[in-house]
């Protein structure tokens, strides 16, 4: 089975390629805020087709707001290691609780 880790591998790899073969060099050398601005669009296009109740549609959004999450975090220079660390570190109580704690 792909997991967040394998595409997390292929975006290393592929940030490593030229612009001219790689997709994924050409958002990195575009900066921060354009993978920033590509992921917010992803993201709205995701949520589009969750309305929709297009199971496709749904489906391929939320495969490109994976991967260009995964690209701005890149981009960050933020692992996906310290995000999943996070979301454990999170797990340690209810959401509600955690929800609480982030107000205070």
């Known amino acids: 089975m792909f997991t967040l880790d394998d595409l997390s591998q292929l975006i290393e790899h592929r940030a490593q390629a030229s612009a ?19 992921f917010g669009e992803e993201a709205f296009e995701t949520a589009i087709a969750a309305v929709a109740q297009d199971d496709a ?7 490109d707001v994976l991967y260009h999450l995964l690209v701005l ?8 290691a ?4 996070e979301l454990e570190h999170r797990t340690q109580r209810s959401g ?5 704690s982030r107000r205070a």
Request: some cysteine; aromatic content about 2%; proline content about 2%.
């Open 82 to 85: 310290d995000v999943l660390s």
């Open 20 to 38: 001219e073969t790689s997709y994924t060099r050409t958002l990195l050398d575009r900066g921060v805020a354009h993978c920033a601005k590509k």
């Open 57 to 63: 549609a749904l489906r391929a959004e939320a495969a």
């Open 96 to 100: 509600l609780e955690e929800k609480a």
């Open 73 to 80: 975090l890149r981009a960050r220079g933020l692992p996906l």
